[in-house]
């Protein structure tokens, strides 16, 4: 049986990120969203107006009905690599508004919280090993930091634990020196003594 999206989330609501995150690799790159089944579609459809962060999905889902059929199945016929990045992408984001990967917004705040209270220092160094984790974006800069600045690490690993390619990476890394070079050392000014 084909992997569906639903199976995916419901693994990270058990705090396996892994298959969700997996999936999600294999759109990778800029123009993921390009075979999105969403494109050129109303956004709009995809932004229920009765739904929110705090918003009780079930009573979003009883009051919306119907209205919510045609986003929920252009969600489930999207190739599924598109729909978990899609996913993903919104938790990186903290993205509170919107249907997302098949979820409300209501209905991924559960995980949003999970995204983001993650041991941001085990999962760095996680990330710097090569193993895949969920990152929240100060987790991913710090580990870009390390890797610009520690030559010792392997590229190898560090892309497959960030999720991108070494060409990417590299760029990553020249970006954030090139982005310190400019602070230097802070001028010390020295008060002569009194005579
Ligand atoms: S999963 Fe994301 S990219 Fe795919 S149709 Fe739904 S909102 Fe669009």
Excluded at 121 to 137: H, M, Q, Y
Excluded at 175 to 184: C, F, H, I, M, V
Aim: proline fraction near 6%; glycine fraction near 6%; aromatic fraction near 4%.
């Amino acid at each position: 049986m084909s992997t569906v999206i639903s199976s995916l989330i419901e693994a990270a609501h058990r705090g396996n990120w892994l298959p969700l995150i997996e999936e999600s690799k294999k759109a990778p790159g800029k123009h993921w969203a390009e075979s999105a089944r969403c494109v050129n579609q109303d956004i709009n459809v995809f932004v229920p107006l009765a739904d929110g962060p705090r918003e009780d999905p079930d009573s979003v889902k009883a009051k919306l009905g119907i209205s919510l059929n045609r986003p929920r199945n252009l969600c489930a016929s999207c190739p599924l690599a598109v729909a978990a990045r899609c996913l993903v992408e919104s938790l990186k984001d903290d993205d509170e508004y919107g249907i997302r990967g098949s979820l409300l917004a209501s209905e991924r705040s559960e995980l949003r919280r999970a995204w983001q209270d993650q041991d941001t220092e085990k999962a760095v160094e996680g990330a710097l090993r090569g193993c895949t984790a969920a990152l929240t974006k100060p987790a991913r800069d710090a580990v870009i930091a390390r890797f610009a600045t520690d030559p010792s690490l392997d590229a190898a690993a560090v892309a497959r634990g960030l999720g991108v390619t070494h060409e990417y990476l590299l760029k990553l890394a020249r970006r954030y020196r090139k982005s310190q070079a400019g602070r230097g050392t802070p001028t010390v000014h020295v008060v002569p003594d009194a005579a």
